[in-house]
Structure formats: structure tokens, C-alpha cells
């Protein structure tokens, strides 16, 4: 595992960490964003859109390739780099947070867990082994330990679910057979204290090479979140990378940043731009409204994405009201690299000891929802 996989913490600031991940596919700079490439796609963006933005890695998901196209068929087409023509490194989740949120068609037990497809009604069980395997067959670099995502203020289902969630994570390190991945235990532990310092403890003296905290962004406060960062980063160990699963919204990664994470990913960025809203300083803004109409200025001044650099907000409302999926493709990738700038910028300012005053400086000015 160390000839593949080290974390190192080149500075600190606080707790603020800005440090370097080696992995087969390329050493990654942290803090990051991920974004999302759900069905070996980061959606209406190709990879080269992808390395023009200077995303560093990717996140797919084990759930929707399990069931299509199957990852015996990624893996006999040479694994997820080549199936998807990325270089770069690649984490893929557990499949449990999908699992889970079918709440309607699914039944959780011990052995794993017994689900129906969203795409024809058929039934499937996925377990601990059956989640290694398969990320073993899709060859990311990163993989996820299987995890049961609860509900987050029901204490006594919490507890329950946190130990499941330990209990799978052994068997899940057990399962795993490829020396050229690398498995991250995951924390639970809802918004309670004392479960998330015994998760982060429990999952700690497994000894993984890096650590995801999940259950987070699930309804609860951001004020309880961040709360919930600050107990588990003061558990879990330096030399490894924290990453805070799921969570997008650019205030979010800086508070996660003051708290010590390092990786982070969402949908969130290629979503809101679905749905015309663009990432700027202070905040978002919906470009579908009248009064971008005849604004000839590009959707931030100071970006210097393709986007802006070749765009004016009148062009892309004229997009979006003509129903033209360039309007998604655009906007994704400025709010893309609105994300992956924003945490470059972090780290140049942990690396200069001024994240503190860069981290005011925006959350001053950005004004999300």
C-alpha cells in the first residue's frame, strides 16, 4: 500500500492543511474538489473539459455502474480510466448512500443490503464484499468502504447503524484484495458528539489510508456540521486525508477547510447549472431572469474559465430560453471551476499563512442559500 498511496501535510494553518496525495494515476493537491462523474460521466462535460478546468480527480458511482452497464463490462474494457478516457485519478463511493436513500425499496440486514433497481424494479443485495468487488473491478484508486448513511437526529438508530457501519467496514477490509487501491474507512455517527468521536476512534485503529466522513449534509444545520468536523478531525489521525463526503456549497468547503478536510465532492455545481444558476463571489445568480437579457458582461468578471472568457450572460440566457444544452455544458463548467479555484486558493493561502483572513474575506462576501 505505501509504494501506491502517501499523504503528506506540507503546511498547516490552524487546522487548515494543505498537502499532496500520491496515487497511481498522479498526486493530487490538497484541499480539493471532486467533481461528480456518477455514470463514468461528469455530466454534459467530456474529460478534456475536465483538464482544462484543472480538475485533479474524479468520483464515480459504484451504485449506477454496478447496474448499468455492469462492472464486469468495465473491467473487461480495461477498468474505469480507459472505459471513461480519464488519466487522472479516480475515487469511486460505496454505493451505500444510493442504497440507502431508496428507502422505499430496500431492506437493510446484517449481511448487507436488499434493494430494487430504479431502472427496472429487479432485486439485488449489495454487501461489504460485493461493494469491494465491485470497486475492485471498475480499478479506482480510491475506494469507499460500505457504510450505512442514517437519518441524522434519531440517536438510538445512529448507534445502531454506526456499529453496522464498523462491523462492514472490517469485512470490507477484509474483502479487499488489490494492492493498488485504496480503501477509506468511513465515520458515522449522526449529529451526536460523543458516537462521532468513538466512530472516528473505532474507525482510526483500522488503520485505513485515509478516512471519508459521511452522514453530513443530510438535513441537518450547517452550524451542527461544522460542529460535527470539529469532534472527528480532532480524532482521526495528520498523516492521513479526511474527506468530507457530498458537500458542495462553497461555504461549506471553506468551513470544512478551516476544520481541517481536505477532499470534498458534490453534484451540486453541474446541477445548479441545470437548472441556470452560476457561482459567483457573492453567491448565485439565475441566468434564466429577464434582466440578463442584454447584459453583455460574462458571468464573472475575474474568471477566467472558457465560459467567461468567451461568453456574455445575454448568450447564455439566450441559451437557456432556447432550451440549447450548450446552456448546462457552459455553466457546468464555470461552476466547476468557480469550485476548484476556490480551493487552489486555499491552499496557496494556507501555503502563505493567510487562510484565516481569506477564509473572512469570502464567507464575508459570499452570500449563499
Same mark, same amino acid.
Given at each position: 500500500?505505501?509504494?501506491?498511496?502517501?499523504?503528506?501535510?506540507?503546511?498547516?494553518?490552524?487546522?487548515?492543511?494543505?498537502?499532496?496525495?500520491?496515487?497511481?494515476?498522479?498526486?493530487?493537491?490538497?484541499?480539493?474538489?471532486?467533481?461528480?462523474?456518477?455514470?463514468?460521466?461528469?455530466?454534459?462535460?467530456?474529460?478534456?473539459?475536465?483538464?482544462?478546468?484543472?480538475?485533479?480527480?474524479?468520483?464515480?458511482?459504484?451504485?449506477?455502474?454496478?447496474?448499468?452497464?455492469?462492472?464486469?463490462?468495465?473491467?473487461?474494457?480495461?477498468?474505469?480510466?480507459?472505459?471513461?478516457?480519464?488519466?487522472?485519478?479516480?475515487?469511486?463511493?460505496?454505493?451505500?448512500?444510493?442504497?440507502?436513500?431508496?428507502?422505499?425499496?430496500?431492506?437493510?440486514?446484517?449481511?448487507?443490503?436488499?434493494?430494487?433497481?430504479?431502472?427496472?424494479?429487479?432485486?439485488?443485495?449489495?454487501?461489504?464484499?460485493?461493494?469491494?468487488?465491485?470497486?475492485?473491478?471498475?480499478?479506482?484508486?480510491?475506494?469507499?468502504?460500505?457504510?450505512? *448513511?442514517?437519518? @441524522?437526529?434519531?440517536? %438510538?438508530?445512529?448507534?445502531? /447503524? +454506526?456499529?453496522? #457501519?464498523? &462491523?462492514?467496514?472490517?469485512?470490507?477490509?477484509?474483502?479487499?484484495?488489490?494492492?493498488?487501491?485504496?480503501?477509506?474507512?468511513?465515520?458515522?455517527?449522526?449529529?451526536?458528539?460523543?458516537?462521532?468521536?468513538?466512530?472516528?476512534?473505532?474507525?482510526?485503529?483500522?488503520?485505513?489510508?485515509?478516512?471519508?466522513?459521511?452522514?453530513?449534509?443530510?438535513?441537518?444545520?450547517?452550524?451542527?456540521?461544522?460542529?460535527?468536523?470539529?469532534?472527528?478531525?480532532?480524532?482521526?489521525?495528520?498523516?492521513?486525508?479526511?474527506?468530507?463526503?457530498?458537500?458542495?456549497?462553497?461555504?461549506?468547503?471553506?468551513?470544512?477547510?478551516?476544520?481541517?478536510?481536505?477532499?470534498?465532492? *458534490?453534484?451540486? @455545481?453541474?446541477?445548479? %447549472?441545470?437548472?441556470?444558476? /452560476? +457561482?459567483?463571489? #457573492?453567491? &448565485?445568480?439565475?441566468?434564466?431572469?429577464?434582466?440578463?437579457?442584454?447584459?453583455?458582461?460574462?458571468?464573472?468578471?475575474?474568471?477566467?474559465?472558457?465560459?467567461?472568457?468567451?461568453?456574455?450572460?445575454?448568450?447564455?440566457?439566450?441559451?437557456?430560453?432556447?432550451?440549447?444544452?450548450?446552456?448546462?455544458?457552459?455553466?457546468?463548467?464555470?461552476?466547476?471551476?468557480?469550485?476548484?479555484?476556490?480551493?487552489?486558493?486555499?491552499?496557496?493561502?494556507?501555503?502563505?499563512?493567510?487562510?484565516?483572513?481569506?477564509?473572512?474575506?469570502?464567507?464575508?462576501?459570499?452570500?449563499?442559500?
Amino acid at each position: 500500500m505505501t509504494d501506491f498511496f502517501k499523504y503528506t501535510c506540507t503546511h498547516q494553518e490552524g487546522k487548515a492543511r494543505a498537502g499532496t496525495f500520491t496515487t497511481p494515476h498522479g498526486n493530487i493537491e490538497t484541499p480539493m474538489f471532486m467533481p461528480v462523474g456518477t455514470q463514468a460521466t461528469v455530466k454534459t462535460l467530456t474529460p478534456h473539459h475536465l483538464h482544462d478546468l484543472g480538475a485533479q480527480i474524479i468520483l464515480s458511482n459504484t451504485y449506477h455502474l454496478y447496474l448499468r452497464p455492469g462492472s464486469d463490462i468495465v473491467a473487461e474494457l480495461g477498468g474505469l480510466h480507459q472505459f471513461m478516457n480519464w488519466n487522472k485519478p479516480i475515487l469511486t463511493d460505496s454505493g451505500g448512500f444510493q442504497v440507502f436513500s431508496l428507502s422505499d425499496t430496500r431492506k437493510i440486514c446484517e449481511n448487507g443490503v436488499l434493494f430494487k433497481s430504479h431502472i427496472d424494479g429487479s432485486s439485488h443485495e449489495l454487501t461489504p464484499e460485493k461493494s469491494i468487488a465491485v470497486q475492485e473491478d471498475l480499478g479506482a484508486d480510491i475506494i469507499m468502504a460500505f457504510d450505512e *448513511c442514517a437519518p @441524522p437526529y434519531d440517536k %438510538a438508530y445512529n448507534q445502531k /447503524a +454506526m456499529q453496522r #457501519t464498523h &462491523r462492514w467496514a472490517e469485512r470490507c477490509l477484509n474483502a479487499k484484495k488489490r494492492s493498488d487501491q485504496a480503501l477509506f474507512g468511513i465515520v458515522q455517527g449522526g449529529v451526536f458528539p460523543d458516537l462521532r468521536e468513538q466512530s472516528a476512534k473505532t474507525i482510526v485503529n483500522m488503520d485505513f489510508p485515509g478516512y471519508g466522513i459521511g452522514g453530513l449534509s443530510v438535513g441537518e444545520t450547517k452550524e451542527e456540521m461544522n460542529a460535527m468536523l470539529e469532534v472527528v478531525n480532532e480524532v482521526l489521525p495528520q498523516n492521513k486525508p479526511r474527506y468530507l463526503m457530498g458537500v458542495g456549497s462553497p461555504e461549506d468547503l471553506i468551513h470544512g477547510v478551516l476544520r481541517g478536510v481536505d477532499m470534498f465532492d *458534490c453534484v451540486l @455545481p453541474t446541477r445548479l %447549472a441545470r437548472h441556470h444558476n /452560476a +457561482m459567483i463571489p #457573492t453567491g &448565485r445568480i439565475n441566468l434564466k431572469n429577464n434582466q440578463f437579457a442584454r447584459d453583455a458582461n460574462p458571468i464573472d468578471d475575474v474568471c477566467e474559465c472558457y465560459t467567461c472568457q468567451n461568453f456574455t450572460r445575454a448568450y447564455l440566457r439566450h441559451l437557456i430560453t432556447a432550451k440549447e444544452s450548450l446552456s448546462s455544458t457552459l455553466i457546468s463548467i464555470h461552476n466547476l471551476q468557480f469550485l476548484i479555484t476556490l480551493m487552489k486558493q486555499s491552499r496557496l493561502a494556507i501555503l502563505d499563512n493567510r487562510f484565516q483572513q481569506f477564509a473572512n474575506e469570502f464567507l464575508e462576501t459570499y452570500k449563499g442559500k
